[in-house]
């Protein structure tokens, strides 16, 4: 080796390793205490505060740099002046406990310019919540004093012959009893409504009165439904229709129980996002793919296939086989003429029997000019 860039070489690991060795040490600023717990904390009582005092036990000024968090609710404060040896210096850390109800950590990691190992500072302590409003508590509106839960709830999987259900409470905020009903504008047999436990509609609240509502979704073992079910229940208050009603979606699936022979598909998809780019609309069709592979050891039975908006088409059909070990190519084919300007983010929605993980999703991004 040439002896010039031997040294360059030798100099070079010796900085590093010097580095190396003082990001190691400990920082010569020495903290009275490295945590810090607040104890019970009433959430409606604002940001609370903790001072953690140093000294400076080196011989060399020091400089915080930096206080960093992870969290929004813990906000450290410091001076950036030159700390002299034996000098004392703070850090304020304050906490907002709104909304943060429960027990809590957060760390505070402070870097200096010695280039010591940063210091780690902790504040804790327990978020008691606070009493909430009847409106925050039930913060849907559906008129003549009826509040609700939510208008919306999502199953996620609703797999066949299992029934699940959800409680969604209702309350009367008026100073006259009211009459209230769900209505199912959908009735595809997928979702009910009733009164917790065993009631039905309509019913009729007190004033103040509440009552829990009762979602359920089931599909016999043998349906033949797959993918996205949805179903909007309308919301009558005295026999008037509410401009809010309750939605209620799922995404159909086989039984995910394991099987008695212990073979199952498993579906894997060597992309998350396919991106067509620039897309012109005068242009001809392009088509992007991916591959579907079944590293299970049993067939893979594609159940649905969705989201293909205007302009869209997948080769991947539901009811098509992917045989144990088999990569499928998926083409997606854009026909730029029908689509409209601008930017576009679309999601492929693929149901298979994979127990596991019944649904794939892949996003399809474009622009078209």
Same mark, same amino acid.
């Given at each position: 080796m040439d002896a010039g860039i031997y040294k360059i070489t030798s100099f070079c690991m010796a900085v590093m390793l010097w580095l190396s060795v003082a990001a190691q040490q400990p920082s010569v600023l020495k903290f009275e205490e490295s945590r810090y717990d607040f104890g019970d904390i009433?959430?409606?009582?604002?940001?609370?505060?903790?001072i953690f005092n140093f000294?400076?036990?080196?011989?060399?000024?020091?400089?915080?740099?930096?206080?960093?968090?992870?969290?929004?609710?813990?906000?450290?404060?410091?001076s950036r002046k030159p700390v002299m040896p034996s000098q004392q210096g703070s850090i304020e850390v304050s906490f907002d406990p709104a909304d943060r109800p429960g027990f809590f950590e957060k760390k505070i990691?402070?870097?200096?310019?010695?280039?010591?190992?940063?210091?780690?500072?902790?504040?804790?302590g327990r978020v008691l919540p606070r009493k909430k409003s009847v409106d925050e508590l039930y913060p849907v509106y559906a008129g003549e004093g009826l509040r609700l839960e939510t208008c919306f709830h999502s199953f996620a999987y609703v797999e066949h012959g299992k029934r699940v259900q959800t409680s969604i409470g209702a309350v009367n905020t008026s100073k006259r009893p009211l009459r209230f009903e769900l209505v199912n504008e959908s009735a595809s047999g997928v979702f009910s409504a009733s009164l917790s436990p065993?009631?039905?509609?309509? *019913?009729? /609240?007190? !004033? %103040?009165? =509440?009552?829990?509502i009762t979602v359920s979704a089931w599909l016999p073992e043998e349906s033949r439904i797959y993918g996205t079910v949805t179903e909007h229940f309308a919301v009558k208050v005295n026999g008037r229709?509410?401009?809010?009603?309750?939605?209620?979606?799922?995404?159909?699936?086989?039984?995910r129980d394991e099987r008695e022979d212990n073979s199952v598909p498993k579906a894997e998809?060597?992309?998350?996002?396919?991106?067509?780019?620039?897309?012109?609309?005068?242009?001809s069709r392009r088509t992007e793919s991916f591959d579907l592979v079944n590293t299970g050891d049993a067939p893979l039975m594609i159940?649905?296939?969705?989201?293909?908006?205007?302009?869209?088409? *997948?080769? /991947?059909? !539901? %009811?098509? =086989?992917?045989?144990?070990?088999?990569r499928r190519r998926v083409d997606i084919t854009v026909e730029p003429s029908v689509r409209g300007s601008g930017p576009s983010v679309e999601h492929l929605?693929?149901?298979?029997?994979?127990?596991?993980?019944?649904?794939?999703?892949?996003?399809?991004?474009?622009?078209?000019e």
């Open positions: 009433r959430e409606e009582d604002g940001r609370k505060i903790h000294r400076n036990t080196g011989s060399e000024p020091v400089v915080i740099i930096s206080a960093s968090t992870t969290c929004g609710c813990t906000v450290p404060t410091f990691v402070v870097t200096t310019s010695e280039g010591g190992e940063p210091v780690r500072l902790f504040v804790s065993d009631g039905t509609f309509p *019913v009729t /609240l007190d !004033a %103040g009165g =509440s009552a829990d229709r509410s401009d809010i009603g309750l939605t209620v979606t799922g995404i159909a699936v086989d039984n998809i060597n992309k998350n996002i396919v991106k067509f780019g620039v897309v012109k609309r005068g242009g159940r649905a296939v969705e989201g293909c908006g205007s302009g869209l088409s *997948v080769s /991947l059909l !539901a %009811g098509d =086989s992917v045989a144990a070990g088999e929605r693929i149901v298979t029997d994979d127990p596991v993980r019944p649904l794939r999703d892949v996003k399809v991004t474009m622009m078209v």
